[in-house]
């Protein structure tokens, strides 16, 4: 890896899907509400927990947080006092960081700005899709966020792959296969499509019509997806 590279792996509450978690060449680590528990039972260490547990956490222990007021906790005193003989269910060696449950970001928001400011530039995300809906799209708005601001990003899911280019390109080597989908972020995106199924050479596709659904990658052909103008979000097999 790069070593501009800083990369971020945030590990959400949502649907796993049995994947491993890769830390391999991560930065930083962090655990985002729920997630601790998927970090846990993969004995996989981490570096922050950012929530308001309102989810399961370590030991499958639930507790209501809705007596916080409106500001961050950084303090194991909250621990102690909050979970009581439960302080344990948290490593004592990770920055902790408690949210309100009332709040306008998600923790998965949270947890991305935490580590924009510590410099990441590159963010993997496990366990945000699958659940509700509306938590899926707002995190593929927000890896939108993330390119805006020069960052790569990709989510991890069941058995795909999801992540947004600007201007921009991804390819895929000739072992690739099942199906790959391009939809425009943008009102209008300028895609080109190289040793597809379904061929595209500076196409436009727009936000409102989906045109680039159900793709197919070619067996043997090393495939390229090119964000020409504009942003487009790839969900591609990942088995």
Request: include cysteine; hydrophobic fraction near 35%; glycine fraction near 8%.
């Amino acid at each position: 890896m790069s070593q501009n590279i800083k990369r971020c792996v945030i590990v959400g509450a949502g649907d796993l899907g049995g994947r491993k978690i890769d830390t391999k060449d991560a930065f930083l680590v962090i655990a985002a509400d729920g997630g601790i528990k998927y970090l846990e039972e993969q004995n996989i260490p981490y570096d922050v927990f950012i929530g308001d547990c309102d989810s399961e956490i370590i030991n499958g222990i639930e507790e209501n947080s809705s007596s916080l007021s409106e500001r961050t906790y950084k303090t194991s005193d909250w621990i102690k006092y909050n979970f009581a003989d439960k302080e344990d269910a948290f490593k004592k060696n990770i920055e902790k960081i408690f949210l309100p449950k009332e709040k306008n970001d998600t923790d998965t928001v949270v947890a991305a700005n935490f580590a924009l400011k510590k410099g990441c530039n590159d963010f993997v995300f496990y366990a945000v899709t699958g659940g509700r809906e509306d938590h899926t799209f707002a995190n593929i708005q927000l890896m939108k966020y993330l390119v805006k601001k020069g960052c790569g990003a990709k989510i991890m899911a069941k058995d795909r792959v999801f992540t947004v280019l600007n201007n921009s390109a991804i390819n895929f080597s000739e072992k690739e296969k099942g199906y790959i989908s391009v939809f425009s972020l943008s009102g209008r995106s300028k895609v080109t499509l190289e040793n597809l199924k379904y061929p595209l050479n500076g196409k436009i596709l727009t936000d409102d019509y989906p045109l680039g659904v159900s793709n197919e990658f070619l067996n043997g052909h090393n495939a390229k997806v090119i964000s020409e103008k504009g942003y487009i979000l790839v969900i591609y097999e990942d088995r």
